[in-house]
């Protein structure tokens, strides 16, 4: 009886059962939200696929579906019984509203196994390609300097192969990178700060939070992220006591739950 109640109410919802479930025995529902593109509300019938008997509690939650066409939870999914059913579908589809939207690619924000809230399209991939790109480009520039010196003659050359030892380095009387050190502690609530050419251009006060677990030897610090609704992905987040003058971005952290400044190390 509850099974084709079960299913009457889902039918009757205008959900579709999936041939497969990638997790589980179950048979997994779908059908669109209502208003949200690429939003899809998700039921786990708790109804066994080979069996066809009841092996769980109903679960509705909704998911987003990438550029990629990768399913990603947007909310948690709610379990209830079949008397809750319908209204448990109401409640997820009103979720929607609330879940944060990527600012940079409108998709739907979702929580990475990292913990880390990050956009569903991972659209950040696609700026590193970008900044990859533009490096490149230099570089091919650089070899057509390197080409131009083939045909000039030897003193010149043996001039450029030298000033080639430093290429990076515009002005020789600042080869030295300074590297600016604070000092963190375990258990310092910290959040980053954006670093370019030694200044601090961005603060993430607010949208990036964490707790530093341990300081290791060489300033390495391991902090636990509980918070990241920016686009700025882990692999990205300062894992050292120091930043270095320099003209790439950078993070530092920035200690919260008491006053640290960084120091120049001389
Ligand atoms: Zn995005």
Redesign the pocket.
């Given at each position: 009886m509850t099974v084709v109640q079960r299913k009457a109410i889902l039918k009757a919802e205008g959900f579709f059962p999936h041939k497969k479930n990638g997790k589980g025995t179950s048979i997994i529902y779908s059908r669109k939200h209502p208003s949200a593109k690429f939003v899809r509300v998700v039921v786990d019938s708790g109804i066994d696929g080979k069996t066809g008997k009841i092996v769980g509690k109903v679960g509705v939650k909704l998911c987003y579906i990438n550029r990629q066409k990768q399913w990603r939870e947007i909310t948690t999914e709610v379990f209830t019984t079949n008397t809750g059913l319908v209204k448990t579908i109401r409640a997820q589809e009103a979720a929607e509203k609330f879940v944060k939207t990527?600012?940079?690619?409108?998709?739907k924000?979702f929580t990475a196994k990292s913990g880390n809230v990050?956009?569903?399209?991972?659209?950040?991939t696609t700026w590193g390609g970008k900044k990859k790109a533009a490096s490149t480009t230099k570089k091919s520039s650089q070899k057509i300097t390197a080409g131009k010196s083939q045909k000039i003659g030897p003193r010149q050359r043996r001039d450029q192969a030298r000033q080639r030892n430093y290429p990076l380095n515009k002005n020789p009387s600042q080869k030295k990178v300074q590297k600016f050190e604070a000092e963190i502690l375990p258990g310092d609530l910290v959040t980053i700060q954006e670093i370019i050419a030694g200044k601090m251009t961005q603060d993430y006060t607010g949208s990036v939070l964490g707790i530093v677990r341990e300081v290791e030897e060489h300033g390495y610090v391991k902090v636990h992220w509980t918070a990241n609704t920016t686009?700025v992905d882990e692999y990205m987040l300062p894992r050292s006591n120091c930043y270095f003058m320099s003209d790439v971005i950078d993070y530092r952290l920035k200690v919260l739950s008491r006053p640290v400044e960084y120091a120049p190390v001389t």
């Open positions: 990527c600012k940079h690619c409108k998709a924000k990050v956009c569903a399209n991972a659209c950040w686009s």
